[in-house]
């Protein structure tokens, strides 16, 4: 992978501290940072670009969640609400009881739902699953899931939710 990237940016000599935002992109994609210069890279570079490559390599989800909420760049955006996503959903070392917190404090409803789908352990996708109204993904929770006892608890919740609705 490293050499690709190497190839990607020929002519392009990665320095994180250089002037040229090519550069500094370049040292984020081919591994040149830790942790505190992506938070650096991510919060104030003036590039965009910089700041998308530096989001997508962060390890960090309350970082990333400030980013999702104050960027003004849709691409960073974007590049930051995949990178939480894919933490949350345990693609990475992230603890669970981490993770759990995480996902507590999320208030974006497509990516709790990516989370009920996708993540790791079943403990995650239940925590998820129950702050879900959706029916449709309820029924697929439901449906497909690998754990019996949260398909269980997904229909389960479908089923309270059907029966709240026909109450009114």
């Known amino acids: 992978m ?3 990237l190497a190839r990607r940016h020929r002519g392009v000599r990665p320095d994180v501290y ?3 935002p090519d550069q500094r992109r370049a040292a984020v994609e081919v591994g040149q940072c830790g942790e505190s210069v992506l938070r650096r890279l991510v919060s104030r570079d003036a590039d965009a670009r910089v700041r998308a490559a530096a989001a997508r390599r962060l390890q960090d989800p309350v970082m990333l969640r400030r980013v999702i909420e104050s960027d003004t760049d849709v691409q960073v955006v974007a590049s930051a609400r995949s990178r939480y996503r ?9 603890s669970l009881d981490y993770r759990l917190a995480a996902l507590a ?3 974006d409803g497509q ?3 990516h989370v009920a789908r996708s993540a790791r352990e079943p403990a995650l996708r239940r925590a998820a699953m ?3 109204d959706d029916h449709r ?3 697929e929770i439901a449906e497909h899931d690998d754990d ?4 269980r608890a997904a229909a389960g919740r479908l089923a309270a939710i059907r029966g709240k609705g026909q109450r009114r």
């Open 2 to 4: 490293k050499r690709w």
């Open 148 to 151: 019996r006892d949260l398909r």
């Open 18 to 20: 250089a002037d040229e």
């Open 105 to 107: 404090a999320c208030r």
């Open 137 to 139: 993904l309820l029924a």
């Open 111 to 113: 990516i709790i739902a």
């Open 86 to 94: 894919h933490l949350l959903a345990g693609g990475d070392a992230l």
């Open 130 to 132: 129950e702050r879900v």
